[in-house]
Structures are given as structure tokens and as C-alpha cells.
């Protein structure tokens, strides 16, 4: 079945570092790939999307792009800040003959960003 | 922008009691979908809804069932509460048509004590 694989955290950094969270997939067909952001007690955010190979999602700075050859959808930010400190989440989702967009979601890679 | 409306945002039950989440769709969306999230855990499919019709199923238990309203409202009604039922509750809708992006609401923190 379709699977999304993403890397365990917590990933701890300091402010204004690079960061990267490797997101893979499998997948039957062409999925669309994204990246949601959930902050501490709030829910789930849309932070960034593609929709096909070599589409390059941007958002607040981060950027993913979307690697057919590879199957993946890493996640980076140059520069990061103490507000980026979150759980993201890499999903994908196939168009369902009955179920319109039904995402599947990654484990949750928990940021931790200190000053 | 209108969001996704979910209530009542908290919820604290006990044991085999009952519990109905609400959730309100973006204006105009078609289709809603409850996602449960355990603690630590990514959040886990439980059912959809298109056009007041379930139009899939996840793992939602035998317990719990849901419903979409002519208003396009959606209702999640969860009976014989388990302890392990404690979870966050996310309701989400989209336009079905084509690659339409999912929004989700802030979801319902369901404690079962």
C-alpha cells in the first residue's frame, strides 16, 4: 500500500542553522506530496505542496521538491528560527475514484529550534 | 479566509460514556474527512464523506460512526468510550475534484478518563 517514510526526531538545531527532513514514499501511481506543520497544541497546517515531478513547493522559507527518481520530498530551510519549532509531517495523497484526496501521513519529525 | 470549524474543542468523558464531535467544512467543499492522532503518533485516517455519502473507511471503530449533513456538516458519534480512545480528533475538507488541497480544522482533544 501507499507509504510515506520520514525521518525521527526530535531533530534539535540552533537558530539560523540549515535544516533538512528526508521524507520518502511509496507509492501505485502519481501522488501529490506534502508538507504539513502542526505547532504545539494547534492543528494541522498546509505549509507546502507539489503536485508533480521536479515541482518545487515553497513556503516561510522552507522548500521540498518533488524527486520522482528518488521518491522524495525532503524538507529545507537555510536559516531556521526558534518559531519553526513544530512537528512536520510529509504526506501524500492519490486521487481516489470514491474517496477524493485521502492523505497519507509520515511519522511526524518533531523540530526543536534553540536561541 | 473561512477554515475548517470543529467543536466543542475539548472534551473530557469517562468510560463507556458517549461522545459527538461537530465539524463545519470550508464553504463550498464537498468532501470531509476525521483523522484520529494519538499521542506522538501521526494522525490516522478514520472516514470520509462526499456528498452526505461515506465514500471510505479507515480505521474507525465498530464503536464509533459518523454521518454528513444537508448542510454539509459533519458529525462524528463515538460510544463505549475506551481509555484509548483519548486522542486528537482532526476533521478536514476538500473540493473533490482533481488534486484540491485537504485543510484541516484545530481539531477536538478528547480526554477519556
Known amino acids: 500500500g501507499d507509504s510515506v517514510t520520514q525521518m525521527e526526531g526530535p531533530v534539535t538545531l540552533s537558530e539560523e542553522a540549515f535544516l533538512t527532513i528526508n521524507c520518502t514514499y511509496t507509492?501505485?501511481?502519481?501522488?501529490?506530496l506534502f508538507w504539513y506543520v502542526q505547532y504545539p497544541g494547534e492543528g494541522l497546517q498546509l505549509l507546502l505542496k507539489?503536485?508533480?515531478?521536479?515541482d518545487k513547493g515553497s513556503n516561510k522559507g522552507f522548500e521540498a521538491t518533488y524527486r520522482k527518481e528518488t521518491t522524495s520530498f525532503h524538507l529545507e530551510k537555510g536559516s531556521v528560527q526558534v518559531s519553526d519549532s513544530a512537528v512536520y509531517f510529509c504526506?501524500?495523497?492519490?486521487?481516489?475514484?470514491?474517496?477524493?484526496?485521502?492523505?497519507?501521513f509520515g511519522g511526524g519529525t518533531r523540530l526543536m529550534v534553540k536561541p | 479566509a473561512a477554515g475548517v470549524i470543529q467543536s466543542p474543542r475539548h472534551l473530557i468523558k469517562e468510560k463507556r460514556e458517549t461522545a459527538t464531535l461537530k465539524c463545519y467544512p470550508i464553504?463550498?467543499?464537498?468532501?470531509v474527512y476525521w483523522y484520529q492522532q494519538g499521542p506522538g503518533q501521526d494522525p490516522q485516517f478514520l472516514i470520509s464523506?462526499?456528498?452526505?455519502?461515506?465514500?471510505d473507511k479507515g480505521s474507525i471503530p465498530d464503536r464509533f460512526s459518523a454521518q454528513q449533513f444537508s448542510d454539509y456538516h459533519s458529525e462524528l458519534n463515538m460510544s463505549s468510550l475506551e481509555l484509548g480512545d483519548s486522542a486528537l480528533y482532526f476533521c478536514?475538507?476538500?473540493?473533490?475534484?482533481?488534486?484540491?488541497?485537504?485543510?484541516f480544522g484545530p481539531g477536538t482533544r478528547l480526554t477519556v478518563t
Open positions: 507509492a501505485t501511481g502519481y501522488p501529490s
Open positions: 478536514a475538507s476538500s473540493r473533490r475534484q482533481g488534486r484540491s488541497i485537504i485543510y
Open positions: 507539489a503536485t508533480k515531478a521536479d
Open positions: 464553504p463550498r467543499h464537498d468532501t
Open positions: 464523506f462526499y456528498e452526505k455519502m461515506q465514500s
Open positions: 504526506a501524500l495523497s492519490l486521487p481516489q475514484n470514491n474517496a477524493g484526496n485521502m492523505l497519507t
